[in-house]
Nanobody
Framework: HVQLVESGGGSVSAGGSLRLSCAAS????????MGWFRQTPGKEREGVAA????????FYADSVKGRFTISQDNTKNTLYLQMNDLKPEDTAMYYC???????????????????????WGQGTQVTV
């Protein structure tokens, strides 16, 4: 069982920046897909960004391309989301997720919501 703990959320003015972190407990998978999702009350969960460690593929929602950057520090088992030029519509609870994964296609599908991650964090609130 992998535990995920998000941090770094907060309140920021429009145009500002935040960096979210997701610390994962130790796991022995050779390859994973990790993703960031966000959700606001009354709306469906949206995939923001994902990274497939097997090949380094990155996936982004169109709404955040050019503003958000997902990255991973394997030495620290930590996933990051650098968010720049934040907009009011970025306000949401942000969650990270992890799945043992050996397919970039599966990772993309999961980012799009067509496949399900097994492990989720509790979320961190971002308010713009």
């Amino acid at each position: 069982h992998v535990q995920l703990v998000e941090s770094g959320g907060g309140s920021v003015s429009a145009g500002g920046s935040l960096r979210l972190s997701c610390a994962a407990s130790a796991y022995a998978y050779r390859s994973v897909c990790m993703g960031w999702f966000r959700q606001t009350p009354g709306k469906e969960r949206e995939g923001v960004a994902a990274i497939y460690s097997g090949g380094g593929r990155l996936f982004y929602a169109d709404s955040v391309k050019g503003r958000f950057t997902i990255s991973q520090d394997n030495t620290k088992n930590t996933l990051y989301l650098q968010m720049n030029d934040l907009k009011p519509e970025d306000t949401a609870m942000y969650y990270c997720a992890l799945e043992e994964c050996y397919s970039s296609t599966w990772c993309y599908d999961a980012h799009q919501g067509r496949a399900e991650f097994s492990f989720w964090g509790q979320g961190t609130q971002v308010t713009v």
